[in-house]
Structure formats: C-alpha cells, structure tokens
C-alpha cells in the first residue's frame, strides 16, 4: 500500500502568522536559518504527512513532527509522538520539498517496504 499527499504553502502564509503561532508550528531547531519561503516548505511536508497519517484537524499535532535535513540537502521527518509513531509504524515515509519564490511545495509518501503477495 502506497499513501500520497501533496500540500502547497504560500510564503505570505508564513508571513502573516504572530510569533507564537510560529513557536506553535515550528520547533527551534526547525526556525534557526530558516528563511520564510523555507518554513513554508518545512509546515507544508508537516501538512502531508499529518493528513496522510489519517489526521484532519493539525492543530496541536505540527511540532509532534520535526523536518530536519540529511548533510547532502535531503529533507527527512523525525516523528517525536508514540501514538503517531504507532499509527505509522507499518509504513516507511519519504518526503520531498521544493519551492519558488513564493510558494513552497511538498509531497509525503508512506509506504509499505515489504509488502506480501496475494
């Protein structure tokens, strides 16, 4: 089984949040060296996953999900909840993240590695 979800997010989203939204969303390692249209990107991989994890209200469950970065650039989630984590612990997650100068994009997909034959 193969979940996808794509979400978009506009710079002027970020922009027009108060700061403790932003607190609220972002962790502090997710807002050092973030620029806007970063932040845009990293709040809609959270999006994806959330809502291809079952969830449909996100409030309260964003910094339950950090988007850090590999040393090559390659984004990846570190899922810091146990009863998330358990509703996805049949899946693998892969996600990736891109942007223009306004607006930022991001897909997530959980899959399933090894999945048996009928």
Do not use: Q, W
């Not at 964003?62 to 040393?71: A, C, F, I, P, Q």
């Amino acid at each position: 089984m193969i979940k996808l979800a794509i979400e978009t997010k506009k710079i002027e989203e970020i922009e027009s949040l108060e700061p403790h939204e932003i607190k609220g969303i972002f962790t502090t390692s997710e807002l050092s060296h973030s620029s806007n249209i970063t932040l845009a990107g990293k709040l809609a991989a959270k999006a994806a996953f959330l809502r291809n994890a079952g969830f449909s209200d996100f409030t309260g469950h964003y910094k339950k999900v950090v988007v850090d970065k590999t040393l090559s650039g390659r984004p990846f989630l570190k899922i810091l909840d146990a009863p998330i984590m358990e509703k996805i612990s049949d899946f693998r997650t892969s996600v990736s993240i891109s942007h223009t100068k306004n607006t930022a994009i991001a897909i997530c997909i959980l899959y399933r590695e090894n999945t048996p034959s009928s």
